[in-house]
């Protein structure tokens, strides 16, 4: 699936980027700045940045059940970075004027 139309990125390549970042340091925090840099590509309109959130995210609470974290630590963690998408971003606005048409 495409998440970023503007520097032609695919949900794979988040995935396997968020994977190779926690593989060298499990406890970092990801950003999708971080995870732009790493693919050598820069956020244009940032239209997508609520959705590489949200695979960080995902990949991340997969990536450390999958390593055998325990859930103490892994939900309180997770639910701080949900909290401050909520403070400090909305899901459904994704960046874009109110008046932005698609076509």
């Known amino acids: 699936m495409l998440v970023c139309h503007c520097n032609l ?3 794979k390549d988040i995935e396997e980027v968020v ?3 926690l593989e060298a340091d499990p406890w970092q925090l990801i950003v999708p700045a971080k995870v732009y ?10 239209g ?3 959705n590489v959130v949200d695979t960080i995210i995902r990949v991340t609470e997969e990536f450390h059940r999958r390593a055998g974290g325990g859930e103490t ?3 309180p ?3 701080r970075v ?3 998408r909520g403070q400090y ?3 459904g606005h994704e960046g874009r004027r109110t008046d932005h048409r698609a076509a």
Request: charged share 25%; glycine share 10%.
């Open 37 to 46: 840099h790493t693919l050598k590509k820069r956020g244009r309109c940032c």
């Open 89 to 91: 971003g909305s899901i």
């Open 77 to 79: 963690f997770l639910d």
């Open 9 to 11: 990125i695919t949900q």
């Open 73 to 75: 630590e892994i939900v």
């Open 82 to 84: 949900r909290g401050l």
């Open 48 to 50: 997508c940045f609520p």
């Open 19 to 21: 994977v190779s970042l």
